[in-house]
């Protein structure tokens, strides 16, 4: 079972129902609504990821957690987002354990970051409190001693290295019961959660949805490590499964060929979603949105079993560096899905040539054949500069 938070249209048509009953419920404004449905199996542990950096300034970080749903626990993306408005904190979520029971405490938008039991969330969120940045007026001052920002793009930022807690990281994920966090609020925090409070923005919410539909987030599937653990910016899901393809290529894991079908599908997602914007006034229809993610999902799906297929990439020296390089373009977008699909059609052309000459010269090259390798890597090297470089 699942603890559930109003939205507001929710929220309304319960106080009236609650109003003749001669009953009444606190303004969603200031307080976080919740009813019923617990879980009575505690979440998944916290997984390890690294934070991706921050897209644009102004956008704080809201960590990733695990959320529950039809198909029990499933991880929803930790992500930079924009807050409401200036000078508000983001309050994660956290799952407390109560009366035999696993609840879930919704995050909110404050001037203060509260309670959040404890949980060591990471980048800046260590349990208690925030470190990752403050407000400065107008302006987020980023602490990138704890947060990823590119200092290239943004500028106001500082270190402050005297925040970092050294010891053991817990990756425990609730608070309270057999296992979980021991952890109280203390009397500042509990009048932070009197302030005037702020729910999930319309984005954030988006988000927990799309999260809900990846198959690759459900804890029955990826059994506590979700493929795409965080991510820079709502919506960015074509930019994790990139991600993800160019982990394969530089772990070996995924071969030229499977890294060609699954950028050639990619490209033909990418070719879609832009056909469809620009028939629409640059906006995808929720029917289109809902395929797209669809595709995705098999997508994500595809690039899990072929990584874990028993399939790897020919290790030697030339091939490994020439991987290495498409799984930078793919990692930094300087490549995109079609030039990669391209790239590696050619090096599945190359391995086939090498493994056939091998067979049949008792798994050997010739001299004449190494020269002829050496000269189609060098093509594929120059393709490959070129793409990274063409803008």
């Known amino acids: ?72 626990y499933y991880w929803v993306p930790g992500v930079w987002v924009a807050p409401p408005r200036v000078g508000l904190l983001w309050t994660p979520g956290y799952w407390g354990w109560r009366a035999g029971v696993y609840e879930f405490h919704a995050g909110y938008w404050g001037p203060h970051v509260g309670f959040y039991g404890g949980v060591n969330y990471g980048f800046g969120y260590g349990g208690v409190g925030f470190v990752g940045g403050a407000w400065h ?58 302030e005037n409070h702020v729910q999930a923005t319309s984005e954030q919410m988006t988000h927990e949805h799309s999260a809900a539909s990846d198959r690759s987030n459900f804890a029955s599937e990826n059994h506590g490590r979700p493929a795409n653990p965080a991510m820079s910016k709502v919506g960015a899901r074509a930019e994790n499964q990139q991600d993800r393809i160019a982990n394969g290529v530089r772990s070996r894991q995924l071969t030229a060929g499977e890294t060609k079908h699954l950028e050639s599908r990619e490209a033909n997602i990418n070719h879609e979603v832009k056909a ?43 091939e490994v560096g020439q991987q290495q390089r498409i799984a930078n373009g793919i990692d930094s977008g300087k490549m995109n899905a079609s030039e990669a699909a391209k790239t590696e059609k050619n090096e599945q052309h190359i391995n086939r040539q090498v493994a056939a000459d091998r067979k049949a010269n008792g798994g050997r090259l010739t001299p004449a054949e190494r020269k002829q390798v050496n000269r189609e890597q060098n093509k594929t090297s120059r393709e490959i500069h070129h793409d990274k470089h063409n803008g």
């Open 1 to 72: 079972m699942r603890k559930l938070t109003f939205t507001r249209p929710l929220f309304l048509a319960l106080s009236l129902v609650l109003g003749a009953l001669g009953l009444s419920l606190a303004s969603p404004a200031s307080a976080q609504v919740a009813v019923g449905i617990s879980v009575h199996v505690g979440p998944p542990a916290l997984p390890v990821y690294v934070q991706p950096p921050c897209p644009v300034e102004g956008y704080i970080w809201t960590p990733g957690y695990w959320a529950y749903g039809d198909t029990g």
């Open 276 to 318: 469809d914007r620009a028939a629409n006034g640059g906006k995808l229809t929720p029917e289109e949105r809902a395929h797209v993610n669809q595709q995705q999902n098999n997508v994500s799906r595809s690039i899990y079993n072929d990584k874990h297929n028993g399939a790897t990439q020919p290790d030697s020296n030339s």
């Open 137 to 194: 007026g107008e302006h987020f001052a980023y602490n990138t001693a704890v947060v990823n920002v590119n200092t290239t793009v943004i500028h106001n930022t500082y270190v402050d290295k005297t925040v970092i807690r050294g010891g053991e990281v817990s990756h425990i994920s609730f608070n309270g019961g057999p296992g979980g966090v021991r952890a109280v609020a203390t009397e500042r925090e509990r009048s932070y959660e009197r």
